[in-house]
C-alpha cells in the first residue's frame, strides 16, 4: 500500500534522508525506529505528502503522489489518520472541537450526535468528557497528547494510521487504553498503521514488523525475531539498550 | 560575482512566481467549494465590528479638521459655498478610502497574520492539510471575503462620518446653511466619485487579505518570526495601499474623466 522508492529529502541544505526504501503491503503494519533525528517524523510528513522528496518515489495504492493535483491528494489524506509528534491540537478551538473536528468537517451528522461520539471518544482515551468545552491551553501535557489521538481516532474511515510517538508521557492505563484501540481498530476495519515509538514492547501488540532508521537509511526492515538476532554493527549500539526488552518480549511471545 | 547576481534574480523571479500563485490562488479560494459560513460569519464581524470604532473616531476628527483648514482659505478667496463639494470630493475619492484602508490594515492585518502564522509555526496547518482540508479555503477565504464586504461599508461609514464633521464646522465656525453644505456635497455624488470612493475600497480590502495572509503562511522562525511576519505585514499592506491608491486615482482618472 505504501512505498518508498529511493527517497532523499532534507530541509533547506541539511540532508535528513538519503536514500530510503521500503513496503509496506495492505494492511499490514510497522514500527518505526530509529535515534532522536533520524528523520522518523519526516517520514510520516513524507506519506501525508506535506512535503515533497528532493528524490525518489512515493507510492500510496499504487500512485505516485509527489507531484500530485491538490485534489488527488487531499482524497487520499482524508483516508489517513495523524497524530503529530507535538499533538498540533488547533488551540483556539475547544477540546470538542478538535476531536469532532473530523465530523464536524465532513459528516452531515447533527451536532449533538458528534457531541456523544467525542464524549465517548473522550472517555475512552480516559480523560474526563466534561472538559469538552475547555481550551487545549488549560490541559496538562499528557492530557492533550490524549485528545491529539483521540481526534485522530475519530477520523472515520480511515485506512491508515500515522502514529507519531503516541504514547510518549502517558500513564500505564492510558496507553494500554490507546494501545487497545489502536489494535481494535486495526483487527475490525484492517486499518494498517504505521507507529514512530520507542516502546517496543507497547508496540509489539500492534504487529512485529519494525524499520530502523538510521543516518538517512533504513538499516533494518523485518521481523521481531530477526532484530533479536541482529548482529549488524550499525544496529548493535542503537539497539543495545533495547536489547533486554527485545528479548522478554520474544520470550513472552513464545510463552 | 556574476553567479551571485543570476542567484538573486532567479530568488526573485521565483518570489514573484510564488506571490502570483498564491494570490490566484486566494482569488479563486472564494468561489470554490466548501464554503465555510461560520467562519465567514465571525470574520464578518471580527472585521466590521472590530474596525467601526476607530474608523468612526477617525471619521469625525478629520473631517472637521479639514473642514476648519479649507473654510480659512475659501473664506478668503470668498468661495467658502463651495466647501460642501470640496469636502465630498476630497473625502470620497481619497480621505475615506485611504484612512479606512490603513485603519483596517493596521487593525486587522496584524490580526490575520500573528493568527495564521503562529498557527504554522506550531503545525496546525499541517493538521489541517492532514486532514484534507486546504488551509486556503478555510482561512483565507473566509477573511478575504470579509474584508471585502467590510472596508467598502467601513469606508462609506467614514465617508459619511467626516462629511458630518464637516458640517458641523459649516454651521457652528463659517456660518453657512445646512441647505447649501449639503446641496454641494449633493452636487458632487456624482456616478464617477461613488465608484472610484467605492472601487477603492474593494482593492485595498484584497491588498490586505493578500499580503495578511501570505506573511502568516510563510511564516517561519518560531515566536520571533511571528512577530517579524506580523510587523511587516502591516507596514507593507499599508505602504502597498498609498502606492495602489495613487495608481487607481491615476487609472480611474483617465478612463472617467468626463463623469467625475
Ligand atoms: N522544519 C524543519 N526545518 C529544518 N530542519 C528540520 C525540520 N524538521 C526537522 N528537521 C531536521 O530533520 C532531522 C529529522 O527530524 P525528525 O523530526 O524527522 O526526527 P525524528 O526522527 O522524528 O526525531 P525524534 O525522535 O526526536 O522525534 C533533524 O535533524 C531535524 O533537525
Ligand atoms: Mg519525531
Redesign the pocket.
Known sequence: MIKFENISF???D?K?LDGVSFDIPDGESRVIM??????????L?LILGLDCPWSGKIFIDGLNICGMKLRDMQKIRKQIAMVF?DGALFDSMTVGENVGFYLLEYSDKKGSEIEDEVREMLHFVDLDPDIIDTLPEELSGGMRRRVAVARALLSTNPRLMLF??PTTGLDPQATENVLNLMIKLREVKNISVII?T?QIADALKLTSKYIV?RKGLVVFDGNIDQLRDCDSSEMSDFLAPFKKSIVEVVNKKIV | MKSVLYGRFKRFIYEIDQLTRFSVKMFLSMFGRPIYVSETMEQLYLVGVGSLFLVVLTGIFVGQGMALQLNNEMAEMGSKFYLGRIMAISIIREIGPILTGLMVAARVAAGITAEIGSMKSSHQLDAMVAFGIDPIRKLAAPRLIALMVMVPVLTIICDIIAILGGWFIAIVVANITSATYFSMVLDRLTFGNIFMGVLKPVVFAYVIAFISCYKGFTTSGGTKGVGRSTNESVMISSVVILIVNFVLTRVVWSLLKGSL
Not at chain 1, 34 to 43: D, E, L, M
Open positions: 532534507g530541509y533547506n541539511h535528513v530509529g535515534p532522536s533525528g533520524s528523520g522518523k517524523s519526516t517520514i510528513r509528534q507519531d510517538e514512530v520507542h532508521i
